[in-house]
């Protein structure tokens, strides 16, 4: 095994990788020492925002850039850990100001702007649970996550206010103030909202963090699965010590190093390691508010001097379509570590980075439920092209197997199964919102099961099979079929709707729907563009089915449910397995 792996780039002079020997920092690690190692010390109070700014503050850190945004324009502000504080305390003074209880959760439906991080962290000092939520979702998932979530203040932007939210309003009942981001000072305020900058005017600038403690909930992120509406998973204080001892092990992070991580923060990846745990390293972020482009994330690269990149494997095939004349138009001398999570990396993938870059991207694994990186390949270990890697120390994996008498840990590396993860590790969520049955089904035997299928070879290495679940990832987002299903029966031509994922060379899965009409209704491309364009409207263009089949009865079971598995076989050309279930059987 060894033989095939790939070295990562040396760290450079005068720099040690934070994990040198991998066998070594699993025998020694335990989380007690990295809360200490995080913390210096035994307060049993615990804060994600203290950890992640003030403490680098009274370090020594509050002069360095914590943070650099560039704008659509490639105008950069520049915010230094000092006033990254200041900006978060008067956050948090104004959610005192507003009256809104300790505890209480707030969201925020901006795009990737400063503004978003001091609602985060501001959010999180004042001992207030933050979601965020993601910018190009229409209407009607955003409406299913503010009421799930009893979201009590809402930040968001003019436009996005307009298009999305106002028409939902009424049905937020919990929803108490909007504070709205105005884009110039003389864009008018739309009726019902607050101006946030004039609130952050009127607030101090000091303010002493809540006293939150390890097990106190401080992060609300909505995931999928595949029956019923989204879930919030809570992520609890105790977050910080794994995202940051990743953020070390994992990433290799160092004070003072450019970090650019390219996930949006409306999901998991974007708050772990766009913001917390490379935060806690003392790194200076980057954060770009345009979308995706090839020419331009190669300028970023480039120009700012980035030296660990955290990217997707969707970003990395769709470099890679755009060719290697573009990257190479710059040099790229201060980059040391490529990763990448979200979705399985291809081998191919792994080595076009060495192509392009010399040197191999790092696939990680993990979820929302898992709070940090759980699986992955270490920079100083060399990467194995194809593998998520192994487990972090600290975690304990396995691939398990489920019998009647409970689960089994799988021992050959043939064998398919489950991945397993023991409990125990900071960043567990600690539950699903509102949802104590679902969270006590996750878990068997002492074990966390993830929903994802994998093998383990001899040497400990994990190899992705797919989900266990119908969940659908495209371009690194989770989408559940149900939720887009539902949407789609919105639609007063619509019976019945089935969502499933089908193989795209780049998106990793793209969606399309089946759908059956109403019995009066003919079906036509005049038809089939509405239904997609009001799934558009309704859902957002990035979670929008991307085609849609009719279809003149969906396969059910006999119990009425859809058989998304049978369809996906079907569509595909698989194998249709057991049929036994399948309505009108004899
Ligand atoms: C962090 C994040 C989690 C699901 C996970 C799996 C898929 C994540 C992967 C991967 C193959 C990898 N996934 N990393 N699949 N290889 N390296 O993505 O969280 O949005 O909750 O998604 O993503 O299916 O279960 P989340």
Redesign the pocket.
Known sequence: MAESRIPGRAAPRGMTHHLLDYEAARRTFTWENARIALTGGSDPRLNIAYEAIDRRVQRGYGVWLAARFIDRAGNRLDITYSQLQSRCNRFANALRSLEIPRGAPVATLLGRSAELFTVALGTLKAGNVFCPLFSAFGPEPLKTRLALGHIQVLVTSGAFYRRKVAGIRAALGALRHVLIVREDPHEELPEGTTDFAELMRQASDSYETAPTHDTDVALLHF?SGTTGMPKGVTLTHAAVIAQHATSELVLDLHPQEVFWCTADPG???GIAYGMIGPLTCGVTLIVDQEEFDPQRWYRILAEERVNVWYTAPTAIRMLMKAGLELTRAHRYPELRLMA??????NAEAVLWGVEAFGQPFH???????TGAIMIANFPACGVVPGS?GRAVPGIEAAVLRRTERGVQVVSSPEEVGEIGLRPGWPSMFSGYLDNPERYRASFHDGWYL???LARRDRDGYFW?IG?ADDVI?SA?H?ISPFELESALMQHPAVAQAAVIGIPDPIAGEAVKAFVELKSAVAPDEALRSAILGHARRLLGAAVAPREIAFSEALPRTRSGKIMRRLLRARELGLPEGDLSTLEGRP
């Open positions: 995931t999901w998991v990846t990448s999570v979200g979705e399985p990396l696939d990680t694994w993990w979820q929302t439920e998520m993830a929903g994802d992705f989900r990832k690194g989770l």
